[in-house]
């Protein structure tokens, strides 16, 4: 067995997140700013919406997703 693949973390998926090695902490920061970044984009004001580029049905699609997909 190589050094190589011997050290290396797996990649595990939860939910459609692939971690590629992260701990769980770090698995659960991310959840977290997910959700706080859709909540900050559901409460965008219409015209910052169309200054990004997007529409409603995309804030809302986004806005649905659960926390742990990407």
Known sequence: ??????MSKPAYS????VTNGMGPLSLLALWQRRREEREALRDLPDFLIADLGLTHEQVRAEVEKPFWRA
């Open 1 to 6: 067995m190589s050094t190589q693949s011997f």
């Open 14 to 17: 939860f939910g459609g997140t």
